[in-house]
């Protein structure tokens, strides 16, 4: 039976999907010691752009007798409408479903999704690689006894008992060193690559930790000479996809050692926790190239983060963006609105005095209440009210109103597009620093004075070189600062790079 491996990615050129790779891999490491012969498995992915009829005709026409999708957050509802499509046109195809939107979600989805015949819950390799080994005969597969898998008999859902963890990562063959992913594919521009897998956190709204609740490092010699082999391909960028890679920072350094050592231009994409920073990391992220470097902190108010079960260091937070500052590296800041007990002014209060550390960036996510999470279950608790459809976003809770949502969803358009543009940076830190304005109300005075503007600017760059010295005279008239204008313009005009200010 030929077996596809498939998943819908964001967009096109982000399509290794490690997921399906490790499945392969393991299938067929496993499959010939138990049955003599390794089965036919294909990856197809595809991406957000491509239209279901589409993507349908494509899997029709590579005659699968088994399908799985990999199904998250931003690809669920699409695999589902494909599923029912799919099994209308061939009701004898198999079709298994896993991954973090799948596995909490097993009960419902079977109840409900007449398409869907198999979901395998949480760690996936070994409990598929069992699967097709029973479904060789689809028809009179017998799948009692296979751990991790819910499926329906009858009319009846039987979810078989939970599947313990595997105790070496390194059992998973590397799809890289395996050649399973052909890294000479002129395509390939962004290369993921996990270093571990697991966490050891607990964060309430998070869905990581309860499908991998330890932390299991890959091998560091396999990690080697993974970067080795990529590196040596140029990428464009290596995305260490670790939920936090400096977690133990003595082997997070010696993998940044490793990657300088084979580096040959490439850049670098890290999660990392700012407590652990210290200068000699922040050094080797400069020499690695770290160019994006994502820091979730969710909120600094300490009230919501006993409330959602995380851990944070001011002190040594500091000291952490001190040193990403002093080697003037790029690196996001993450905040996430409607949590337990975050109200407007407790956010405000966060991102000002995240502001006030002269971050490269700060981000404001919205709250999604996943499936399967602690946060889900408290939720009501809280008040916190949340779409049942994917993405999940809360629109209030007991301390943030559906306008302040609202209203932070703006906010964080102009946090990415006036304070990250550059341009008007500078002038936003001297105008707090001589006017006494808070950032966040600097931003929100954007956001009022954008709204007059009736059409979105398509070209943003080109809008802020155009406007910011209008929107500079605008604070100054509301703030009664008019003297301001004059002395803060040169320094704007300087930074405004636009045929209209020449
Ligand atoms: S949010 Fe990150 S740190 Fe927290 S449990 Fe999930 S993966 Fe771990």
Redesign the pocket.
């Known amino acids: 039976m030929k077996i596809l491996l498939s998943s819908i990615c964001l967009e096109a050129g982000t399509d290794i999907q490690l997921a399906l790779y490790y499945l392969k891999g393991y299938v067929l490491k496993n499959r010939p010691a138990q049955t003599g012969h390794s089965p036919e498995v294909v990856i197809q992915v595809f991406n957000e752009n491509q239209n279901i009829p589409a993507i349908i005709k494509n899997i029709i026409r590579l005659k699968p007798g088994l399908i799985g999708f990999s199904c998250y957050l931003w690809n669920i509802e699409k695999i589902l409408n494909i599923c029912r499509r799919l099994k209308k046109i061939r009701p004898g195809l198999k079709i298994v479903l896993g991954g973090p939107e799948a596995s909490p979600r097993a009960q419902d989805l079977l109840a409900k999704e007449k398409a869907i015949d198999i979901v395998v819950r949480g760690e996936g390799e070994e409990s598929f690689a069992q699967l097709l080994i029973r479904m060789e005969h689809p028809a009179t597969a017998d799948l009692s006894g296979i751990r991790g898998v819910s499926f329906r008999k009858g009319i009846e859902i039987i979810h078989n008992p939970q599947r313990p963890l595997l105790r070496n990562a390194g059992d998973i063959p590397s799809p890289y060193l395996s050649g399973l992913i052909d890294l000479k594919d002129k395509n390939i521009v962004d290369v993921p690559l996990e270093t571990m897998r697991g ?5 309430d ?5 309860k499908n991998f609740p330890v932390l299991r490092y890959f091998p560091l010699k396999r990690v080697e000479k993974e970067l080795k082999l990529i590196l040596s391909h140029k990428p464009h960028e290596v995305y260490l996809m670790d ?2 890679f400096n977690s133990n920072p003595r082997r997070a350094k010696k993998i940044l050692k490793m990657f300088i050592r084979y580096n040959q231009g490439a850049n670098l994409h890290v999660e990392l926790k700012a407590e652990l920073v210290d200068e000699e990391m922040a050094g080797l992220l400069s020499q690695a190239n770290a160019y994006n470097i994502e820091i ?1 902190i969710q909120s600094t108010n300490p009230r919501t983060l006993k409330a959602i079960n ?1 851990r944070f260091n001011k002190e040594k937070f500091i000291k952490g963006i001190r040193c990403l500052n002093k080697f003037k590296l790029y690196y996001e800041i993450q905040l996430i609105d409607a949590l337990p007990h975050q109200n407007y002014d407790s956010l405000m209060k966060s991102l000002d005095w995240l502001y006030s550390m002269h971050p490269a960036k700060v981000v404001i996510f919205r709250l999604a209440v996943l499936p399967g999470t602690t946060l889900r279950n408290k939720a009501k608790s809280f008040g916190i009210e949340y779409s049942h459809r994917a993405p999940y976003f809360a629109w209030k809770s007991n301390a943030m109103a559906y306008a302040e949502v609202k209203n932070i969803e703006k906010l964080a358009y102009a946090m990415d597009r006036l304070y990250d543009s550059q341009v008007f940076q500078k002038t936003l830190y001297a105008f707090k620093a001589k006017a006494g304005v808070k950032i966040s109300a600097i931003l929100q005075d954007w956001v009022i004075w954008e709204s007059r503007f009736k059409r979105k600017p398509v070209d943003y760059p080109e809008f802020l070189n155009r406007k910011s010295p209008m929107f500079l005279q605008y604070l100054c008239r509301k703030h009664s600062k008019a003297r301001l204008y004059t002395d803060l313009l040169p320094g704007l005009l300087k930074r405004v790079c636009s045929p209209y200010h020449k």
């Open positions: 966490c050891s956190s607990r964060c709204y998070c869905y990581y930790h939920p936090t979730g995380r």
